[in-house]
Nanobody
Framework: QVQLVESGGGLVQAGGSLRLSCAAS?????VGWYRQAPGKQRELVAR???????IYADSVKARFTVSGDNAKNMVYLQMNSLKPEDTAVYYC????????WGQGTQVTVSP
């Protein structure tokens, strides 16, 4: 079983930056981030596979970067040039036979 714990969410002004972290209980090579805004369905933000490729939602390309430190069982999401429409609960995601989800961390971007 895999446990995922996110941190780094908070309140930031538009144009600012935030770095989210996800601590996993084991090394996983297929990881990513999703988000869910009020009144909307959960959507993919970014996903990466070590030894494979990385995909980003069109809305975050060139602004967000997903990365990992496999030796430390960590996943990161660097968010730059934040916009109010980025406001959502962000979830760490991983696949290790089945899908796993973190508890979510709130990101609020003010105008």
């Amino acid at each position: 079983q895999v446990q995922l714990v996110e941190s780094g969410g908070g309140l930031v002004q538009a144009g600012g930056s935030l770095r989210l972290s996800c601590a996993a209980s084991r090394s996983i090579n297929t990881v990513g981030w999703y988000r869910q805004a009020p009144g909307k369905q959960r959507e993919l933000v970014a996903r990466t596979t070590i030894g494979g490729g990385t995909i980003y939602a069109d809305s975050v390309k060139a602004r967000f970067t997903v990365s990992g430190d496999n030796a430390k069982n960590m996943v990161y999401l660097q968010m730059n040039s934040l916009k109010p429409e980025d406001t959502a609960v962000y979830y760490c995601w991983a696949r290790w036979g089945i899908e796993y989800w973190g508890q979510g961390t709130q990101v609020t971007v003010s105008p």
